[in-house]
């Protein structure tokens, strides 16, 4: 009789311990999908409840340890293209690409044509962002003399970024006094760059 016991108490215990080592997190072994009405009985006769799933999966899924343990393999077609002496190539679909921004202003530059006129010949050139201007300048004016005055007082009335034509943003200008020649040059060869621009 008191064998007996022994042998109830001891296989009692192991089935317990084999239990509580089989249902321990990070014991490494899945364990397989086992009916409620087949599940092991711990004593008090409730059903052992279900070890938590390693991977965070609902209760009653287990991963497939073939899933997990094995790399995916690269593909032939790579190696035998590299080991022939060919390039490989990875076509992968760009992701559009969306701005929240404004596109930024491109700078250019614009001359005009030269006008011959009374006393010699000009061009202007013009600097634009975008299509706002930000600077004019006389190319090849007369310099010395009554001539070299009047290019002098249109350059200083019509050129640089804060002459007319940036603040009228045309070729609009009110003509310089003293000056009509170089004037109406002047404001030629700055309509044929707007023209361009």
């Known amino acids: 009789m008191r064998r007996a016991l022994l042998a109830i108490t001891g296989l009692a215990a192991g089935t317990t311990a084999l239990v509580v080592l089989k249902g ?46 094995k790399p995916t393999p690269k593909p032939s077609a790579d190696r035998s293209a590299a080991s022939r002496g060919g390039t490989r190539t990875r076509t992968t679909p760009a992701a559009p690409r969306t701005t929240t921004s404004a596109p930024k202003a491109t700078t250019r530059t614009v ?27 006389g190319i090849g004016l007369p310099l010395g003399g009554q001539s070299g005055q009047r ?25 310089v006094s003293g000056a009509t020649y170089t004037s109406t040059a002047y404001k030629q060869s700055l309509q044929a760059a707007l023209d361009k621009a």
């Open 151 to 175: 290019s002098d007082d249109v350059q200083a009335r019509y050129s640089g970024t804060s002459g007319e034509v940036v603040a009228r943003q045309s070729a609009n200008l009110s003509t």
């Open 24 to 69: 321990a997190p990070g014991a490494g072994q899945a364990t397989p999908d086992v009916p409620a009405a087949l599940a092991p009985v711990v004593p008090g006769g409730s059903a052992a409840p279900e070890p938590p799933s390693p991977t965070g999966s609902a209760p009653g899924v287990t991963p497939s340890p073939r899933a997990s343990s």
């Open 111 to 137: 001359t005009g044509p030269s006008v011959t006129y009374e006393y010699g010949s000009l061009q202007v050139r013009i600097t634009l962002s975008g299509s706002r201007i930000v600077d004019a300048t």
